[in-house]
């Protein structure tokens, strides 16, 4: 059925056939379909939803006239209804947009990269699509691994859940600044602007991953603290009401979370397991589906595992793979992808 509704729209080769890529010249033509999500990675249960993914080579003709969509989305409900659980559902990606998002570590293209050895979740392979799978050390720059999007969700979560460490030790510090030896606040300055004291706080608190100055499009400072943007015009006295309620909040939680209450579950498994495909990508140069730690990850979305435990995995997580020996020599390479690409048009010469 899931190949069948993709057929109305694409062109999908029938390899038996022997076609030639001068017949689809014209027309879309799909590269790759696969289960995705807790089905690719192994953590499904038996009210997961089944999501499709894929990628798609728009038509040359589609290009010329700039008619290309990044996603293209597919499914057997209508707008008039709400889907039921027999439906499907597909994204699919443009071979661009594909490439575009590997090229800057996302997770939904590296997950797309390396769904191939998960050979049960595969629902179509277009030939092609080896050129990409055999050359995945072409496709990601070790250097880039290490702060990927894998890093980036699981550090956020550990923001959210106040997790012991760096995360609250930064909060700590940013208020500590102003107050060393416990001072009556009232003896600061409360109407002095943050831009004043925002350098010496970044060096005091001395974590750039939770602590640092940005600027945005328009040259305006902002200090960034644990997740919240503070503009360098905020006063002192509203960064620290600020800082002492996000304090509170991250204390609620994680005295609820002590006692397995108000956990995301679900949110929490997805950080442990970005984690493992972090520091398996880090040693390996790839990741393979379903996860080793499948069985893991699923206990821990099913709240099975005690949250002091599951925030110590977390925790060691992320001191692994902040200290980690890269152990393979990937680098992108732009060459190898256009020549690819040329080659999937006809148009390699």
């Known amino acids: 059925m899931i190949l069948d509704l993709i057929k ?39 009210n997961s939803d089944t999501d499709y993914k894929g990628i798609y080579r728009p038509s040359l003709q589609n290009l010329t006239l700039n008619r290309v969509k990044k996603t293209l989305s597919l499914s057997t409900g209508d707008d008039k209804s709400k889907n039921t659980s027999e439906d499907v559902d597909i994204e699919l990606f443009s071979l661009s947009y594909w ?19 998960n050979k049960e979740a595969v629902l179509y392979k277009d030939p092609f699509m080896e050129m990409f799978f055999r050359n995945t050390d072409k496709l990601i720059d070790r250097d880039k691994v290490r702060n990927c999007a894998y890093v980036r969700y699981a550090k956020s979560q550990s923001v959210k859940y106040g997790l012991k460490g760096t995360r609250l030790k930064a909060l700590q510090k940013a208020y500590e ?48 603290l644990c997740g919240k943007m503070h503009q ?24 609820q979370a002590m006692i397995n209450k108000g956990v995301d579950w679900k949110a929490i498994s997805h950080c442990l397991r970005a984690l493992y495909q972090t520091q398996e990508l880090l040693e390996t140069g790839k990741i393979t589906y379903p996860l ?50 040329l080659i999937i048009y006809n148009l390699y010469k």
């Open 232 to 255: 360098s015009t905020t006063t002192v006295k509203e960064f620290l009401h600020r800082v002492s309620t996000a304090w509170r909040e991250y204390g609620h939680r994680a005295k």
């Open 177 to 224: 600044y102003f107050s060393p030896t416990g001072c009556e606040l009232e003896e600061l300055a409360y109407d002095s602007k943050l831009e004043d004291y925002m350098f010496d706080i970044v060096q005091f608190v001395n974590d750039s991953d939770y602590c640092d100055i940005k600027t945005d499009d328009k040259g305006i400072k902002f200090l960034y």
């Open 8 to 46: 109305d729209r694409f062109n999908v080769r029938n390899m038996s056939r022997g076609m030639h890529m001068e017949e689809y010249e014209s027309e879309d033509m799909l590269l790759y379909l696969v289960k995705f999500g807790s089905h690719l990675y192994g953590t499904a249960t038996e």
């Open 292 to 341: 080793q730690k499948a069985d893991l990850v699923l206990r821990i979305k099913q709240g099975e595992i005690a949250w002091p435990i599951v925030e110590l995995m977390i925790e060691t997580g992320l001191e692994v793979i902040e200290n980690i020996e890269v152990k393979f020599d990937g680098i992108w390479d732009q060459k190898c992808v256009d020549n690819a690409v």
């Open 99 to 117: 490439l575009e998002l590997l090229k800057k570590g996302e997770t939904i293209a590296l997950d797309l990269l390396f769904s191939f050895t």
